[in-house]
C-alpha cells in the first residue's frame, strides 16, 4: 500500500530484556484513583464509578529525558503512576480474567497543565488542552509481567530536586487494576497496545524549568525527566 503523505512513525516503548519495542495503540488515563489524591483535589473518594481519559499514542516520551515545557500554562504538574501495557485486546472483561490480558507494566508521569484542566472543569468543557498535549506521557521500559508477575502492593513515589513529594502505595488504588480494566473494556474495545495510566498518590504539584522529576513504583522500575 502506499499512503499520499509521510506515514507516522509508531509510537513505541523499549522491553526490558529485549531489543523488541512494544507498539503503543492507544494510551487511557483513570481518574482520582487514590483516596488522599481525590481528596487533595477537592472530591469525595468514595467508590464512584471510576472515569477514564485519553492521551494520543504519540504524546509518549519514552524513557524520559527532556521535558519542554508546554505552551499556554503557568502551573505545569506531576502525576506518577502505575502504567498498565495490554498484550491481548477485548471487551467486557471480567476481573476476575483481566491479569491475563496484561503483557506488562511500566512507570509513568501524566503531566497535567493543571490551570487548563481546572477551567475545563469549571466550563464542562472537555480535557484535552489540560492533559493530551505533545510529550505529556513520559513513560519507562515495559517490564513484562513474565518477569515480575502483577503487582499489588509496593511503594509509589516521585521527587523533586531530590525531595520526595509523592508517596503511596500501590495497596491504596480505589479501583484495583484488574478492576480498572473491567470497567474501561465496558466502554471502549481494548487492543494489544493499550496503555492505562492507573492514577496517581496524593502530592501533585506545580513544576518549574530546571526541575528534575524522578519517580518510581518498587518492584517496577523508575524514570526521570528535566523539565527546560
Ligand atoms: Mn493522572
Request: glycine share 10%; hydrophobic share 40%.
Amino acid at each position: 500500500m502506499t499512503f499520499v503523505i509521510h506515514v507516522p512513525a509508531i509510537p513505541a516503548l523499549d522491553v526490558k530484556g529485549t531489543e523488541a519495542k512494544f507498539p503503543v495503540h492507544r494510551i487511557y488515563c483513570i481518574g482520582r484513583n487514590y483516596a488522599e489524591h481525590a481528596r487533595e483535589m477537592g472530591h469525595d473518594p468514595d467508590r464512584e464509578p471510576p472515569f477514564f481519559f485519553q492521551k494520543p499514542a504519540d504524546a509518549l516520551l519514552p524513557n524520559g529525558g527532556d521535558f519542554p515545557y508546554p505552551a499556554k500554562t503557568s502551573d505545569l504538574h506531576f502525576e506518577l503512576e502505575l502504567v498498565v501495557a495490554l498484550g491481548q485486546g477485548g471487551v467486557n472483561i471480567e476481573a476476575a480474567k483481566a491479569l491475563d490480558y496484561i503483557y506488562g507494566y511500566a512507570v509513568g508521569i501524566d503531566m497535567t497543565r493543571r490551570d487548563l484542566q481546572a477551567e475545563a472543569k469549571k466550563l464542562g468543557r472537555p480535557w484535552e488542552v489540560g492533559k493530551a498535549f505533545e510529550k505529556s506521557a513520559p513513560c519507562s521500559a515495559i517490564v513484562p509481567a513474565s518477569l515480575i508477575g502483577h503487582p499489588s502492593k509496593g511503594a509509589i513515589w516521585l521527587t523533586v530536586n531530590g525531595k520526595t513529594r509523592q508517596r503511596g502505595d500501590l495497596s491504596q488504588l480505589i479501583w484495583s487494576i484488574p478492576e480498572s480494566i473491567s470497567h474501561l473494556s465496558s466502554f471502549f474495545t481494548l487492543a494489544p497496545g493499550d496503555l492505562l495510566f492507573t492514577g496517581t498518590p496524593a502530592g501533585v504539584g506545580a513544576t518549574q524549568r530546571g526541575d528534575r522529576l524522578k519517580g518510581g513504583v518498587d518492584g517496577v522500575g523508575e524514570i526521570e525527566i528535566r523539565v527546560v
